[in-house]
C-alpha cells in the first residue's frame, strides 16, 4: 500500500511540474495544453496524448466453423479463407486488425499517441500524430529485443497535415495523411482513409467544397536499393502500376429547412486490381477504372435526424488474364433515422436508430458485365450512425466476406480491387 501511495504522489507531482513549465497554458481538451508565445513570432501550440488498452477476448468469431474440423482441415480452410483476403495461419478464427495484423482469441491492442499542432493565426496550420499501435506484449510494450534486432518500441507519424490560407478564395491549400473521405461522414460506401493527398477545400455562403488527389500505393518509384529493405520497396522501374484517386464534393446548406445535400465524384484509377472471374484459381494481375458517383443527405427536423446516401459506379474492369474487358455497373443505398429522445427520457442522451444498407450484387457470372458493388475503400466502421470499435463486421470478417473497416461482402465478389489495401 505504501508503494501504491508513493507511485499515486509521484504521478501527481509530475502533472504538477508539467502545468508549472508550461506556464499560461489553457486546456483545449482531455489530455492536451495550448501554448501561445510571441517569441516564435506569434505561433501557437498545442500538444495532445492518448492512451487506449484495449483488452478483447473473442468467442467462436468463426461462428464454430473451426469446432466441426481436425487440424489439417482447419489449415486448409485457413489458407482458402487468406486466399480471399482473410488473416491466414493456421486458423479459420484469425482475422485482420489494424494493431497487430493477424489477430485472433485473445490479445490486449495499445493504441498511443501524441498530438502536436502548430499554427499561425489563420495563415498556416501544421498538425502531425505520433502513434504506436500494436498488440501487446513483453517485446512490444515493456523493452525492445535488441539482441534479436527487433525495435518495437517505436512511434510513427500516424497523421500529418499542412494547410495554407487562400482568403481571395475562401479555401485553404491542403496536403499530408489526416483523415479524408467522400462519404465518410454519411454512409461511408465509397471512400475514407488517411491517405497521402493534396487538394483545396473551402466554403463560402452556404456552399462547401473540396477537390483532392490521393496517392493510396505508389509502386512506380521507390528508394534505388539491391536489398529492398526500406519502407516502400525499391522502384519497380514499371509505369501505370499505382493506384490512384482523383475526387471531389459539393455541398450546400439549407440552414432555414435544417436541410444538407452534398454531391461528390470519386475515379478510382487502380492499376494493382485482382481479379478471380470464373473461380480462377488464381489471382490474374488486372486493371480496375471505376467512376463512382453520388448523393448525401443530413437533416435536423426537431427530434427527427434523417441521413442517407446513394453511390452509383461505373468503370471498366480489363483482365490481363483472359484479355477480356468488363463493365462495371452498380449501386449503393444507405439510410438512417435518429429520434433524439433525451428531453423525454432522464439521461443526457438518448437516441433511436433506424437504418439499413442496400448493395447490390451480381447473378451472372457469365456475362461481360460485373454488377456487384464494391467500394473504393469502404469505411463504415467510422461513420456516425453505424461506425463500431465493437463490432465483429469492421475488424475483418473472412466469414462474412468482409474486409477491415467495411461491413460489405467485399472478399466475395468477383473482382477484387477496393477496400483499405486494394484487397478486396
Keep these: 500500500m505504501k508503494k501504491f501511495l508513493t507511485i499515486i504522489t509521484c504521478f501527481f507531482a ?5 502545468g508549472l513549465a508550461f506556464g499560461g497554458a489553457q486546456p483545449v481538451g482531455p489530455g492536451s495544453v495550448s501554448i501561445q508565445t510571441e517569441v516564435l513570432g506569434g505561433i501557437s501550440m498545442r500538444m495532445g496524448a492518448q492512451v487506449r488498452l484495449v483488452p478483447t ?15 489439417d482441415q482447419e489449415t486448409t480452410a485457413a489458407k482458402a479463407m487468406a486466399s480471399l483476403g482473410g488473416g491466414g495461419g493456421q486458423s ?37 500524430a505520433l502513434e504506436s499501435d500494436t498488440v501487446l506484449d513483453r517485446a512490444s ?15 510513427g507519424i500516424e497523421r500529418l497535415e499542412a494547410t495554407f490560407n487562400l482568403p481571395w478564395i475562401n479555401s485553404r491549400l491542403e496536403g499530408g495523411w489526416d483523415v479524408r473521405g467522400a462519404d465518410v461522414k454519411f454512409g461511408g460506401l465509397v471512400y475514407g482513409d488517411d491517405d497521402p493527398h493534396i487538394g483545396i477545400a473551402g466554403c463560402a455562403q452556404g456552399f462547401d467544397w473540396a477537390v483532392r488527389f490521393t ?17 516502400i520497396g525499391a522502384a519497380s522501374q514499371k509505369t501505370n502500376v499505382d493506384r490512384t484517386f482523383y475526387w471531389g464534393t459539393l455541398g450546400y446548406n439549407f440552414k432555414d429547412l435544417g436541410t444538407y445535400v452534398q454531391g461528390f465524384y470519386f475515379y478510382d484509377d487502380n492499376m494493382q486490381a485482382m481479379g478471380k472471374l470464373y473461380q480462377a484459381p488464381t489471382n490474374i494481375n488486372s486493371e480496375a477504372h471505376r467512376h463512382f458517383m453520388g448523393l448525401n443527405y443530413k437533416g435536423d427536423y426537431s427530434i427527427f ?9 461505373t468503370g471498366e474492369f480489363v483482365s490481363d488474364g483472359d484479355n477480356r474487358d468488363y463493365n ?30 442496400y448493395v447490390q450484387g451480381d447473378d451472372d457470372t457469365e ?55 486494394g484487397g478486396a
Excluded: C
Excluded at 215 to 230: L, P, V
Design 305 to 313: 435526424h434523417p441521413t442517407a446516401e446513394f453511390a452509383y459506379v
Design 14 to 18: 509530475t502533472v504538477t511540474v508539467a
Design 328 to 357: 462495371i455497373d452498380s449501386y449503393a443505398m444507405y439510410a438512417d433515422l435518429l429520434v433524439d429522445l433525451k428531453d423525454f427520457i432522464p439521461a443526457q442522451k438518448f437516441d433511436v436508430h433506424i437504418g439499413g444498407y
Design 141 to 155: 510494450a515493456d523493452r525492445t529485443d535488441f539482441a534479436n534486432g527487433k525495435q518495437s518500441q517505436q512511434f
Design 92 to 128: 479459420t478464427k484469425t482475422h485482420l486488425n489494424e494493431a497487430g495484423g493477424a489477430v485472433k482469441d485473445g490479445y490486449i491492442r495499445g493504441e498511443n499517441r501524441l498530438f502536436f499542432r502548430f499554427a499561425h493565426d489563420q495563415d498556416w496550420d501544421v498538425y502531425m
Design 215 to 231: 496517392k493510396k500505393d505508389e509502386t512506380e518509384a521507390g528508394y534505388m536499393t539491391t536489398s529492398g529493405a526500406n519502407a
Design 367 to 421: 456475362d461481360h458485365n460485373l454488377n456487384g458493388f464494391a467500394p473504393a475503400v469502404g469505411i463504415q466502421r467510422f461513420t456516425p450512425r453505424f461506425g463500431s470499435e465493437q463490432s465483429i463486421s469492421f475488424d475483418g470478417n473472412p466469414i462474412l466476406g468482409q474486409i477491415l473497416y467495411s461491413m460489405l461482402p467485399a472478399y466475395y465478389g468477383s473482382v477484387r480491387g477496393g477496400g483499405i489495401n
Design 57 to 71: 477476448q473473442e468467442v467462436s468469431r468463426d461462428f464454430g466453423v473451426s469446432s466441426n474440423l481436425n487440424s
